[in-house]
């Protein structure tokens, strides 16, 4: 569950809501079918208003509004910005629909933006199949334009066409792309993951590169049009995270940021600083949040980022289920369960525990900057380059209440997590830590760090 | 609590204020909570109100608790309305609390209340400690064709007990836990279960992501099936369960028709469970609040 959904009346157990801005009360006040009451994001806006479009994706998250909705009128976006406080630190305004190029007021849009006293960027999102036309794109340039969102579903026809449902959108939309490049025009790439394009994530970032994106990002379907079609393009996440990792690998290989939107954070392993849940302030009709679609993750309650990271999709876990064994939490021993009078320790499952021989507890310190660490005692530190026999400590990070070692032994590499044990409540008063390693890891490798580490730990 | 029909039911909600004059409402483990209600809102008990409807039992279940307000006074009751999934039987089941440290409920007390129409046929001896009784009647007892038996439940142990005659039969198990902080608990509690399969279907089935925004989950073992309960959820979740769990219509429509007049209210639900193929089936399902 989210908690921003749990109820008010929650007594203890959850950390700090993050306190949102509130949008000025006399706008909300006047255009109480457009303007939300919080921003959602300290330097982002987007602004949807063109709800028409040329292509009919299969996850379309507006499919209810194309044709229906009549957008964020251009007075009410001029009233926001002309507000003293609306705009205050929103640096970067998106226009956004629908397709926003089939929009003829889409020039007035981007004119209104550049006027927020400190906007820095403006971006469209669009599917680029408008923009093979080089003045049309100088003129959005010209007009301040300068980023360019373009949704990229398929790395050739025949998988672009079928997400597209649109014969033929694979040729307009590299057109488009290809004018952006030759332009000089900063695009980023946007691809929606899907059951029909989940195979070809890589290839579509090669793509991506190769036609000088500035940035790839990845977003799991967001299923706000929940219905039988939908959910048959939801990716389980045994077949999803492999590719999209492979994805990640093969952008930073060409030196490509990337964004990963609705994939648990923690799935995305040495990619996980990609993740980014947050969604923009946005001005678009009130009606549209009706259909918001709600997230979980079983573990928001322990997980270090349980407050970043959305989780699952109920969808999703309708689907697919909770991924219990999937899911690998870093976990935040500041959330401490409950104290039970059965004395079970629960059984942490995703990791393998080794608690059968608690070692005790004195101080556990990382030093500023996270290669030394002081354990036990100050005769007992681990250090960027030690060696414990076979084993030698490659690097150290911080964790909620403990560290992170990464050990080496031979070219072999296994990351050992060290934290204080709080969780021992009944069959053992006497603080100490918890060594745990990802579960599938090589059993002889974790074998020799663990006993290594132990050895190490219960020095005097 | 009165019928729909005397026009009590569809009053204000009867809440209880707090040292700030704010409602305080109970939860089904007689734990207060904040509540605001709107100005139309309507009792909880309207769809206790559908519920005794439902099982054909209207007038002589609203007469009983009409009694049991004026005998203990208001917020004192937990009431609960359970659906057996396999007989399609509905029951009422009613929980009295003992406030801490006192016996100023006993079971003489309870089965005062329940006579003349319901015989009760257990027998307690007042030095057994226990926080809270309950009776679960179903149309039969309305009727006087059978009798009732207690059952009581110790919140040191967790266990619950049925009062057969003079004996006490061990029933059931529950665990309350957080449902964040104490999830690898609950995921342990379920994961053991005999009752489900391990498998990504069952946990699903037995942790539906809309219900599990709650205040407490609660994990029970009992003697032919294990259940969850999940406490306080708002009334999307409450309406999303009834539907789940494919109450009567009459039911259903009752909480279509006033969820919007509900909406203070936080509800409990819980569902028993067994075996089927790789996941679950439910073979009893209920939903709670107070009077």
């Given amino acids: 569950m989210r908690r921003s959904e749990r109820p008010a009346n929650d007594p203890g157990g959850t950390r700090a809501q993050p306190r949102h801005r509130q949008v000025p009360a006399d706008l909300r006040a006047r255009f109480p079918g457009h303007v939300p009451a919080i921003y959602t994001h300290p330097d982002t806006l987007l602004v949807a208003f063109a709800f028409e479009c040329n292509l009919a994706c299969t996850f379309c998250m507006v499919e209810d509004a194309l044709g229906s909705f009549a957008g964020t009128p251009l007075d009410v976006f001029e009233a926001f910005v002309a507000h003293p406080e609306a705009m205050r630190g929103i640096t970067r305004v998106i226009l956004s629909g629908g397709e926003v190029t089939l929009d003829e007021h889409l020039g007035r849009y981007v004119e209104v933006a550049r006027r927020g006293p400190d906007v820095e960027h403006v971006r469209i999102q669009t599917n680029a199949t408008r923009l093979s036309h080089a003045p049309y794109v100088d003129r959005l340039l010209g007009l301040g334009v300068d980023e360019f969102f373009v949704s990229l579903h398929g790395h050739e026809a025949s998988t672009c066409d079928a997400v597209t449902q649109r014969s033929g959108s694979f040729r307009n939309i590299m057109r488009g792309i290809e004018t952006l490049a030759a332009r000089g025009a900063t695009w980023l790439s946007n691809t929606c993951i899907v059951d029909r394009n989940v195979d070809h994530l890589a290839d579509i970032a090669t793509l991506a590169a190769d036609n000088g994106a500035a940035k790839a990002e990845f977003w799991n379907v967001w299923p706000r049009m929940d219905d039988a079609a939908l959910r048959s393009e939801i990716v389980g996440m045994q077949r999803l995270q492999p590719r999209l990792l492979d994805a990640l690998a093969t952008c930073e290989r060409r030196g490509l940021p990337t964004t990963v939107k609705w994939v648990p954070r923690c799935l995305l392993g040495p990619f996980a600083e990609a993740h980014d849940d947050s969604q923009p302030t946005a001005l678009i009709e009130s009606g549209y949040w009706q259909k918001l679609p709600r997230y979980s993750c079983l573990f928001a309650g322990v997980c270090a980022f349980g407050d970043s990271c959305a989780g699952l999709s109920h969808a999703y876990i309708d689907t697919h289920g909770w991924e219990v064994d999937r899911l690998c939490p870093e976990r935040d021993l500041t959330m401490a369960p409950t104290p039970d009078r059965r004395g079970v320790m629960a059984d942490r499952r995703g990791v393998m525990a080794d608690r059968a021989d608690p070692v005790p507890f004195r101080s556990l310190q990382a030093a500023d900057d996270a290669k030394d660490v002081s354990v036990a005692s100050a005769a007992a530190p681990v250090r960027v380059g030690m060696t414990l026999g076979p084993v030698e400590i490659v690097d150290i990070q911080p964790v909620a209440g403990g560290v992170r070692v990464a050990c080496g032994v031979g070219t072999d590499r296994l990351w050992v997590r060290i934290v204080e044990d709080t969780g021992q409540r009944a069959f053992s008063r006497v603080a100490g830590f918890a060594l745990s390693y990802e579960q599938g890891a090589d059993e002889t490798l974790a074998v020799a760090v663990v006993n290594a580490l132990r050895q190490l730990l219960a020095q005097p | ?291």
């Avoid at chain 2, 009590?8 to 605001?36: F, I, W």
């Avoid at chain 2, 209207?58 to 659906?83: K, S």
């Avoid at chain 2, 007049?261 to 028993?272: P, T």
Wanted: net charge negative; hydrophobic share 40%.
């Fill in chain 2, 1 to 291: 609590m009165k019928t729909q029909r005397s026009g009590r039911v569809h009053r204000q909600p009867t809440a209880m204020k707090n040292s700030e004059g704010r409602p305080v409402l109970m939860d089904y483990c007689l734990l207060p909570y904040d509540a605001e209600p709107a100005a139309d809102a309507l009792a909880s008990t309207t769809m206790l109100t559908a519920g005794l409807a439902a099982m054909g039992a209207l007038d002589a279940g609203e007469a009983l608790c009409d009694r049991i307000v004026d005998e203990l006074g208001p917020h004192r009751t937990v009431w609960g309305i359970g659906r057996d999934h396999v007989s399609g039987e509905i029951t009422c089941e009613l929980y009295f609390y003992r406030r801490p440290h006192s016996q100023d409920v006993d079971l003489a007390l309870v089965d005062s209340l329940l006579a003349p129409t319901i015989e009760l046929a257990s027998t307690l001896n007042d030095s057994v400690p226990w926080h809270m009784l309950s009776v679960e009647l179903g149309a039969g007892h309305f009727g006087g064709n059978w009798p009732a038996i207690a059952r009581i439940y110790s919140d040191v142990t967790g266990l619950s007990y049925a009062v057969d005659g003079e004996s006490l039969v061990l029933e059931n198990r529950y665990d309350f836990h957080h449902p964040q902080r104490d999830i690898d608990a609950i995921l342990q509690d379920l994961r053991a279960s005999l009752h489900a399969p391990d498998t990504a279907a069952s946990l699903r089935d037995r942790l539906p992501p809309q219900l599990l925004d709650c205040y407490h989950v609660c994990v029970a073992q009992k003697r032919t099936a294990d259940a969850v309960y999940f406490s306080r959820i708002d009334g999307g979740a409450f309406g999303w369960f009834l539907a789940h769990c494919d109450w009567p219509e009459l039911v259903q429509s009752t909480w279509r028709k006033h969820a919007s007049r509900l909406e203070h209210v936080r509800w409990d639900v819980g569902f028993s469970y067994r075996r089927s193929g790789d996941s679950i089936t439910i073979t009893k399902s209920g939903w709670y609040a107070s009077f």
